[in-house]
């Protein structure tokens, strides 16, 4: 195998239990988030599972309403997956934290937004 294949792949494995959990979770039919369950509120990402679900089916509408960063986090999330096989390993640990990072502002920047009742207010049910 490809050296630059091998390493795509080792600096993807971490990605791999979280998309196990994304996909076991789709596949139950009730709520799944342990904040909502636990203290009646959404956290940053409810909506994502669901907004993943419908963006498989191409309902980008839905998508956007479930969650407003699905569509940009997909797209981001295959920027990355392409950069990990094509990136030296400055590059990757340079821009990676920075991404991962900018990830997590914005999850909690759109959740405060939404409590505000921008973006269609908290997570539809």
């Keep these: 195998?490809?050296?630059r294949v091998i390493q795509g792949l080792r600096r993807l494995r971490p990605a791999v239990p979280v998309l196990a959990?994304?996909?076991v979770l789709a596949l139950v039919p009730y709520p799944t988030?342990?904040?909502?369950l636990a203290l009646g509120v959404p956290c940053?990402?409810?909506g994502l599972t669901r907004a993943g679900l419908a963006l498989a089916h191409l309902d980008f509408a839905?998508?956007?309403r479930f969650h407003p960063l699905a569509i940009a986090l997909v797209g981001l999330t295959i920027g990355a997956a392409i950069f990990a096989f094509v990136a030296d390993a400055a590059a990757w640990k340079?821009?990676?934290p920075f991404v991962t990072g900018g990830v997590g502002v914005a999850l909690i920047l759109v959740w405060?937004?939404?409590f505000a009742g921008l973006f269609?207010?908290?997570v539809p049910r």
């Excluded at 988030?33 to 909502?36: N, T």
């Design 33 to 36: 988030c342990l904040v909502r």
């Design 120 to 122: 269609g207010g908290p």
């Design 112 to 114: 405060a937004l939404r």
């Design 94 to 96: 340079r821009v990676i």
């Design 21 to 23: 959990i994304g996909a």
């Design 1 to 3: 195998m490809h050296p």
């Design 62 to 64: 839905a998508a956007q």
């Design 44 to 46: 940053p990402a409810c």
